[in-house]
C-alpha cells in the first residue's frame, strides 16, 4: 500500500473525476476513478481500459460476475490482445455465475490460473498494455456495479505498470502458489 500511495506521489496531480465515464475524454489523465456510489460506474471505466488495450492484458481478480466486463475481456482475446487472467480458487469453483463465465473465457483461448496456497487471492488489478493499471477495491461483479460502495483507480503509468506488470509475471510463472484453472 505505501508503494501504491508513493508511486501516486510521483506520478503526477492530474486528476480526473470519472463522474459520467460515458462521455470521458480519451484515457489521456494520469489518474481517474469511479466510485459506485457517486453513479459513476466503474465497470464502464474498466471496460474503457479493456477496449483501449492493443497487446496484453493481465487481470487478477477476485469476482468477476459481471458479464460485460467479461464480454469486453474475450473481445479483446478475439481482437488479438494476449489475454491472462489469475482468480481466486474458492470462487472459482463455488461462484455458480464466475464458474459459468470462466469457462466461457476458457473456451475462447484465455488462459486462467487460481491460486494453490492457503490463502486467498484478492487482488482486483487490471494491466493493459504494460502502461496503465486498475485496481482498487471494485470486484468484477454485479454486486460491485451495482449494491456495493466501490472504487475503480485507473493510472496511466508505464513504469508503475511494468513494475506491476513483473509483479504478474511472478504469480503466473509460480508453478507452488499458482496452477493452471481445471
Not at 503526477?12 to 456510489?37: D, Q, W
Request: hydrophobic share 40%.
Amino acid at each position: 500500500m505505501l508503494v501504491l500511495a508513493l508511486s501516486l506521489g510521483l506520478i503526477g496531480t492530474s486528476c480526473s473525476k470519472a463522474t459520467n465515464v460515458a462521455n470521458a475524454p480519451p484515457l489521456s489523465k494520469e489518474i481517474e476513478y469511479a466510485f459506485t456510489k457517486e453513479n459513476q460506474h466503474p465497470e464502464k471505466l474498466l471496460i474503457q481500459v479493456i477496449n483501449a488495450a492493443q497487446s496484453t492484458l493481465d487481470i487478477a481478480i477476485y469476482s468477476l460476475t459481471n458479464k460485460d466486463i467479461t464480454n469486453a475481456i474475450i473481445d479483446a482475446k478475439r481482437r488479438g490482445v494476449a489475454v491472462r487472467i489469475i482468480t481466486d480458487q474458492s470462487m472459482a469453483h463455488t461462484q455458480m455465475s464466475q464458474v459459468q463465465l470462466l469457462k466461457q473465457m476458457k473456451d475462447t483461448g484465455i488462459p486462467i490460473k487460481e491460486n494453490a496456497h492457503s490463502g486467498i487471492m484478492h487482488l482486483k488489478v487490471t494491466i493493459a498494455d504494460k502502461s496503465v493499471i486498475t485496481t482498487g477495491s471494485f470486484n468484477y461483479s454485479v454486486a460491485a456495479a451495482t449494491v456495493n460502495d466501490e472504487v475503480l483507480i485507473s493510472l496511466h503509468s508505464p513504469p508503475l505498470a511494468g513494475e506491476w506488470s513483473d509483479e504478474f509475471g511472478k504469480m503466473w510463472n509460480d508453478a507452488v502458489d499458482f496452477r493452471d484453472l481445471k
